[in-house]
């Protein structure tokens, strides 16, 4: 699973236009996205946001086992993100 993850985070560092089956910007965030591993059954979702257009910051992740992502999972993610926002200035 660990090589797997390298392997999307390589994709969204080298590719100009990564795959939304790869990362999607989460609606109704103010830039919070979600990459997104598959490994055979296994689906695990690792928050993440651009910080000056070209930083990927790593956040949260979790293992999906339900069609919606849980409000919760994002709320820890926005919280992560204004601390490391915060944590800039």
Known sequence: MQDKIFKI?????TLERV????LKHLA????LYEARVQLASNIWRV???FD??????LLNGFQ??????????IEKALQ??????????
């Open 9 to 13: 985070l390589e994709a969204i560092e």
């Open 19 to 22: 795959p939304q089956n790869y």
């Open 28 to 31: 109704g965030t103010d830039g």
């Open 47 to 49: 928050f993440c946001f």
């Open 52 to 57: 000056e257009g070209k930083l990927v910051i």
């Open 64 to 73: 999906k086992k339900t069609q919606k992502t849980p409000k919760k999972e």
């Open 80 to 89: 992560l993100m204004a601390e490391y926002y915060e944590g800039k200035r």
